[in-house]
């Protein structure tokens, strides 16, 4: 076949499946399906409302993490977890379930902003631009995407219910008592009755000004604007989100200097949640490593908070190691921290040491200077491990409670503002910060948990501390208590009681997490649904004028200034719009003048809620129909709290947008408006292609496609090159696109080389000369049903024989269970190993085994199934055919004879299957009647085990 061209192929067998076969078969069905509505899932009521039958079925809501349309295109690594939803989707659809499966596009972002700033295009007309052109390059990929249901992130329908939840949100409040969201207006009731005290004030509710009622209400709401401590970068003219920072200060993007500054921004309180983020996790069907990733994220610690005195004030720390405050020999504050001012004296006390005054001729002085400082640096960059510990001493002296020790504090950037209580005792002996930080400023240390190697408990000979919480305590008893002996759990609820006792501490929780930074001065994001009246107090509008839309501005670009001019502010694009800014509302207490809010939302957050919009994506009262919502997402057996049945993704969303949409997800939950308090049930993360990089000398990426492999080594127009394992993309050179394929090979074929490339978990190398493999099974199968060069289908109706019922059944076992449980690889090899077998027999093929094999590969390979069902005589789509069921009798293996023998006498004879395992094969000898009456209650000495065909049991 090589050797011959193709013309003359095509003379020969004008009807074998080609490239050109495929692409006319994959358009064909393509457009039928699409004109047809094959993929349209019905639902219980609403505009998209179907046939109640199938509304009847068990549900399946399958999901991808929908794409950002760049202006790049696809390469086929994109597609990779698309075609493997779309395949399990299939599957699920011929196993009697109504599936949802559709992909929005989330478009709103800085990649568009910033190519709109580079190109002077409006984002949105080159994000449109890009989602057309992604739209093509999937619909070539034969996706059975239900296309009523798609959306992008910037449709104003769409972020009409954005707003509408930040609307929401905003006007909610966390109940501690009742443990969930609630209307802010019922905490309103509850300060106007006086059943609940206005914190802060002595004053009645009704005696407060509106401005002053304001601010107590911030203090509440899940959506909130403070003054926070933020990533200020001048360079790019916006603010930072913590992640976007790298490790040394600078910004990820463009890598300018980032200050931290104190600016007015919007926040969502997901810290009123950690508990339940946290323990919701435990009922998800989530890789163990995302789950874990989140719950570090989130950061529960349990530890103590204690008082140390510092003239009339008290420093309060927190603790995760109570036990251990014997041994507190300093302390430490943040440097921002509000009680650093108070305590600081005039003159450096008697006694201080040289190296705790950084040089400087006043406490003053030194905390100024160490003050600015440390305001250079972000937070990852404060806390590394490996760094040299800096700080200044502040001139001032707490008690140590237990010891009465008087104890130096110090101000250090190890130590962050935003945890705990922004201080801390330092215990130099067991934690390893503050060994570092002892020895540089020659600190005391104490010993008070003995360490269980030789080290002795001296700590000043030590080389590290000794942090371990499997010892017990010592150099811990004053007059009133004693924890030496103890152990560290025991010693920490002693400690913590004593401390409880005298009112100077208390047991208490501590997260991790943050508060969500939710503004951003982006152009190309959703405007907030806020405005301020004169007074300056936010008012969310109503859902009659939402959305509000963005307002076309001149000029997009945020303003940008000297990058290390850290006493900037930003200016928001959308600030430059004065008739937008400046309007006149009557939000129900007549016309009134309002500034509206110019900051736009994080691109998280047209991510936080679209599976719900797929449900419904057409309502205009309301975000979705609660029946709808029910029906799809609602709490069921093993899925306590509702949610998408499959959501298939990359892992590098372990965090943020998971964890941002479960928070939304529980608030809409807690407010009533859905049954589903967690947005996705089950989740997979599939690997990454990987594609080979080729660099020459200078380390340059050389195009892939035009490197030669020759002895061993690879070339590039001459010259060596070298070759690894990398991403694929544009800038390496080595991008491969779907649409060069599927014009190869068809998209079948693509399909099935992506499936077929290793486990769907696991990241995989891109081979464009391994793609022809699969192509080839396509061929073979095509031939066992249809003749070449007629084009006739060469099925009989023959029964088949046994021994091809026996491949034929076990073939449908093995793909059904595969399939179900996403092992579309080994799926693969099933259905090739068959129709090699048919194939090889050479011998017609019976029509009921073509109709089963078709019926196993369309989930596959869903255009050329769909015509060889048609050829094979059916009038309806192969899509919505029922899935083979394999018959028990043909799947099980043909058994091999084993002899059970005692004392070399053969006793028992055994059918058993060639691959038992030698534990199976003695426990069933030991068990068989025979054997048992042969031995007659005897012992056994030893039993010699060669599965699967022999047994030999020596009796006691
Ligand atoms: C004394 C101590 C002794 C500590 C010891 C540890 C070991 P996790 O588990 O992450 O919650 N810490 C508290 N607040 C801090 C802040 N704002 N910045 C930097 N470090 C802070 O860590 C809690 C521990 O981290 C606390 O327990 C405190 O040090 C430190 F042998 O207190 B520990």
Redesign the pocket.
């Known amino acids: 076949m090589s050797e011959m061209n193709s013309a003359a192929v095509e003379a020969a067998a004008p009807h074998r499946y080609t490239a050109a076969m495929a692409a006319d078969i994959e358009a064909r069905w393509q457009d039928f399906w699409d004109a047809e509505g094959t993929y349209e899932a019905p639902n219980p009521s609403g505009d998209l409302a179907g046939d109640p039958d199938v509304v009847a079925r068990p549900k399946k809501f399958i999901m991808d993490m929908f794409p950002y349309p760049s202006g790049a295109g696809l390469h086929v690594g994109h597609p990779l977890g698309y075609i493997a939803t779309d395949v399990f989707a299939r599957h699920q659809r011929m196993t009697g379930h109504n599936v949802l499966h559709t992909l929005g596009f989330d478009a709103f972002g800085l990649p568009a902003e910033q190519y709109a700033v580079q190109t002077g295009t409006h984002p949105r007309v080159s994000t449109e631009a890009n989602i057309e052109n992604m739209k093509v390059q999937l619909r070539r990929l034969g996706l059975g995407h239900d296309k009523r249901r798609s959306f992008a992130t910037i449709d104003p329908d769409y972020y009409k219910w954005t707003q509408w939840i930040f609307v929401q949100i905003f006007n909610s409040w966390y109940d501690d008592e009742a443990g969930k969201a609630r209307p802010i207006a019922d905490l309103v009731a509850l300060f106007e009755s006086g059943e609940r005290p206005v914190p802060g004030t002595t004053r009645a509710w009704s005696e407060l000004t509106a401005a002053e009622r304001a601010d107590v209400l911030g203090e509440y709401r899940l959506a909130y604007a403070s003054d926070a401590p933020v990533n200020w970068c001048p360079g790019l003219g916006t603010v930072l989100a913590n992640e976007e920072v790298t490790a040394d200060g600078r910004s990820e993007r463009g890598n300018f200097p980032v200050f931290k500054a104190k600016l007015r921004q919007w926040n969502m309180r997901i810290t009123a949640y950690a508990d339940r983020l946290l323990d919701d996790l435990d009922a998800l069907d989530w890789p163990e490593a995302i789950k874990l990733q989140q719950r570090n994220w989130i950061?529960r610690?349990e530890?103590a908070r204690v008082d140390f005195a510092v003239g009339d004030d008290a420093i309060t720390?927190?603790?995760?190691?109570q036990d251990?405050l014997f041994?507190?020999t300093y302390m430490v504050l943040?440097p921002e921290h509000e009680l650093v001012g108070k305590i600081v004296p005039a003159a450096w006390p008697e006694g201080t040491h040289d190296v705790w005054t950084g040089g400087y001729a006043t406490p003053a002085e030194a905390v100024d200077a160490y003050r600015k400082q440390a305001a250079s640096k972000s937070d990852v960059e404060r806390?590394a491990e490996a760094k040299d510990k800096t700080g200044v001493f502040t001139g001032a002296y707490a008690i140590n409670p237990v010891s009465g020790d008087r104890v130096p504090v110090f101000i250090a950037d190890?130590?962050?503002?935003?945890?705990?209580?922004?201080?801390?005792?330092?215990?130099p002996a067991?934690?390893s910060?503050?060994f570092a930080f002892a020895r540089a400023f020659e600190l005391p240390m104490r010993c008070v948990v003995e360490p269980s190697d030789d080290r002795g408990t001296d700590p000043s000979t030590w080389d590290e501390?000794f942090?371990s919480y499997d010892a017990k305590l010592v150099n811990s008893s004053n007059d009133e208590i004693s924890l030496d002996g103890l152990g560290v759990v025991e010693a920490k609820a002693r400690i913590t009681d004593w401390l409880v006792a005298r009112g100077i501490g208390e047991g208490t929780v501590?997260f991790?997490l943050r508060d969500w930074l939710f503004s951003r001065q982006r152009y190309w994001g959703e405007p907030f649904p806020i405005v301020y009246d004169e007074d300056g107090i936010a008012h969310a509008l109503p859902e009659s004028m939402l959305p509000l839309e963005l307002p076309e501005v001149e000029d997009y670009s945020p303003r940008t200034f000297d990058p290390d001019d850290a006493d900037t502010q930003p200016e928001t694009p959308l600030s430059r719009n004065e008739d937008w800014v400046n309007v006149t509302l009557d939000l129900g207490d007549g016309p009134k003048k309002y500034r509206r809010e110019t900051n736009t939302m994080p691109n998280w957050a047209g991510s936080c809620w679209y599976e719900l919009r797929y449900l419904d994506p057409h309502n205009d009262s309301a975000l979705v129909d609660p029946a709808i919502e029910q029906y799809w997402m609602g709490p069921r057996e093993g899925q306590p709290h509702g949610g998408v049945d499959l959501y298939v993704g990359g892992a590098e969303h372990a965090v943020l947008h998971l964890l941002y949409a479960r928070f939304w997800s529980k608030v809409l939950y807690d407010l009533g408006h859905v049954s589903s308090a967690e947005p996705f049930h089950k989740l997979y993360n599939q690997g990454m292609i990987q594609a080979f990089v080729y660099r020459d000398a200078r380390g340059i990426a050389v195009p892939a496609a035009e490197v030669e492999e020759r002895d061993g080594a690879f070339w590039y127009q001459g010259e060596k090159v070298s070759r690894v394992l990398g991403k694929m993309g544009k800038s390496l050179k080595n991008a491969v696109t779907p649409d060069e394929i599927c014009a190869e090979y068809g998209a079948d074929t693509l399909r099935l080389y992506e499936m077929a490339m290793g486990p769907l978990d696991v990241s995989r190398p891109w081979d464009t000369r391994a793609v022809v493999g699969q192509y080839r099974l396509l061929q073979r199968l095509w031939r066992n049903i249809v003749d070449e060069s007629t084009g006739e289908v060469t099925v009989v109706d023959t029964e088949p024989d046994e021994d091809t019922l026996r491949a034929l059944h076990k073939a449908i076992d093995g793909v059904s269970q595969d399939m179900a449980a996403m092992r579309f690889n080994t799926a693969i090899a099933k259905v090739t190993e068959l129709n090699n077998y048919l194939t090889k027999t050479g011998a017609p093929v019976s029509r009921s085994v073509a109709e089963r094999l078709v019926l196993l590969v369309a989930p596959l390979a869903p255009h050329i199934a769909e015509e060889l069902w048609r050829k094979l005589g059916h009038t309806e789509s192969v899509v919505h055919q029922d899935f083979p069921v394999a018959d028990p009798a043909y799947v099980v293996d043909e058994t091999v004879t084993c002899v059970v023998q005692i004392k070399g006498k053969v006793k028992a004879r055994l059918e058993v299957s060639p691959s038992i395992t030698d534990a199976d094969l003695e426990a069933l000898a030991l068990a068989d009647e025979g054997v048992v009456a042969a031995l007659g209650g005897a012992g056994i000495r030893k039993v010699i085990v060669r599965a699967p065909k022999l047994v030999n049991i020596v009796p006691a």
């Open positions: 950061g610690s530890g720390v927190f603790t995760t190691r251990t041994g507190a943040a806390q190890y130590v962050l503002m935003g945890y705990g209580t922004g201080a801390i005792m330092a215990v067991h934690d910060r503050d501390a942090d501590n991790r």
